[in-house]
């Protein structure tokens, strides 16, 4: 049975305990001459507001702009409450050790000054860690890696990109600022790592999608495959129909063979995601045809979480995403413990594995732990056999 029933419990049961520890709190610390209680009782109604907008969102329906300002709202106090959430535990901490070593003594008549200002400052600080991380949104890099292949092999250049997570929070202008980054590339192929939908992706979207993926038309085609957003909600076989219809041709645990020149043959390798269950990789490599048997297999998995499958099977290069590199400093520290590889280039055996940090985002259009990215991948034929250059 999945476990994803009872994580979504897990996070509603967080995020209730968080805003009404926060509320609490800052009601409390406002106590004091210079903020009347009428004051603080609006200070905290309006902080109660913003945080009935994230469960409002989730639970309507439609397209609509107000329900998308709603959406916005409801994710940029997500962010914001994990920003103060942190600041309170920090603050706490610092008063715990502060007590035992007296660093700073504070006057008996100065702690009401002191309370609301340690109020102020972590307002102001999560606010502009939250804005600082939609300014980061706006500025995706390419990353570059040159790889070697067999001599033989005629060359190919790839643009592979994860995450976006195109709904109500990010619209077909998303895709399309996406799509000008990688359009002076001149890719071959464009690849597709999964989480490209939400759940709450509406059709209305799916035309101008559609329009922007065409003005990329890469000569070996626009591939992908579904990440675990696809499936929240049971929307699967929809994701899939959508993701067709805006012309990304979807693998789920299938393989297809692209190539038109003289030495051009590699086979993409799709999986299924891993929230779902999936063939080994291993059994899908061993459904390939004999004749197909030499091609470079590249294999697209959104969850970085088999390479030593990957390596065991013989594939030459695993692109992932879904990690974000965190997202949300410092849980980029914390990912960085559960996956072998969260974020970059590693090696496994003589497979090369590339996670992407993504260039979209989950809930908030935010990124404080690292910049949303392009991958651009170039097999080069002429290179040592052993080398690997990454920029």
């Known amino acids: 049975m999945s476990s994803f029933p009872y994580l979504v419990t897990l996070v509603k049961v967080i995020y209730v305990v968080c805003n009404v520890a926060v509320l609490v709190r800052f009601y409390y610390a406002l106590r004091g001459p210079g903020i009347s209680r009428r004051a603080r009782i609006g200070f905290c109604f309006l902080a109660a507001a913003m945080s009935l907008a994230f469960p409002a969102a989730r639970v309507l329906d439609g397209n609509a702009l107000w329900v998308r300002a709603l959406a916005h709202i409801g994710n940029f106090w997500f962010a914001f409450l994990f920003y103060a959430v942190l600041a309170w535990m920090l603050v706490g901490l ?17 702690r009401v000054r002191w309370r609301h200002r340690c109020c102020a400052g972590i307002v102001a600080a999560s606010l502009a860690i939250c804005v600082a991380g939609m300014v980061n949104m706006q500025f995706p890099v390419v990353r570059e890696i040159k790889l070697p292949v067999p001599a033989g092999t005629a060359p190919l250049r790839i643009v592979a990109l994860s995450d976006l997570h195109l ?12 799509v000008d980054l990688i359009a002076p590339l001149s890719p071959d192929a464009v690849l597709f790592l999964g989480d490209i939908l939400e759940h709450d992706f509406h059709p209305s979207e799916t035309q101008a999608n559609a329009e922007a993926l065409r003005r990329l038309n890469p000569r070996l085609g626009i591939w992908g495959v579904m990440g675990n957003h696809e499936y929240i909600g049971g929307v699967g076989a ?8 805006i012309g990304i041709r979807t693998l789920i645990d299938q393989w297809a063979t692209i190539g038109e020149k003289p030495g051009e043959k590699f086979m993409l390798i799709g999986r299924k995601d891993r929230s779902v269950g999936r063939k080994p ?10 004749e197909h048997k ?12 088999d390479l030593k499958g990957a390596a065991e099977a013989g594939v030459f290069l695993q692109l992932s995403g879904h990690v974000h590199n965190g997202q949300f400093f410092p849980l980029n520290f914390l990912v960085q413990r559960l996956f072998e590889n ?3 280039y590693s090696r ?14 989950w809930g908030a259009r935010m990124r404080t732990s690292g910049r949303p990215e392009i991958l651009l991948i170039d097999l080069v034929p002429t290179l040592r056999a052993d080398a690997a250059a990454s920029s």
């Open 348 to 361: 496994r055996g003589q497979t090369h594995v590339w996670v992407s940090s993504g260039i979209g985002a």
């Open 167 to 178: 709904g109500r929070l990010a619209s077909a202008g998303f895709l399309s600022g996406a």
């Open 281 to 290: 990789v291993r059994e899908l490599v061993s459904e390939i045809p004999e």
């Open 94 to 110: 610092f008063r715990l050790l502060n007590w035992r070593f007296r660093w700073i003594a504070i006057a008996e008549e100065d």
């Open 238 to 245: 929809q994701s899939r129909d959508a993701l067709n219809r």
């Open 294 to 305: 030499d091609a470079l297999k590249i294999l697209l998995d959104h969850q970085p979480t």
């Open 342 to 344: 969260a974020h970059g």
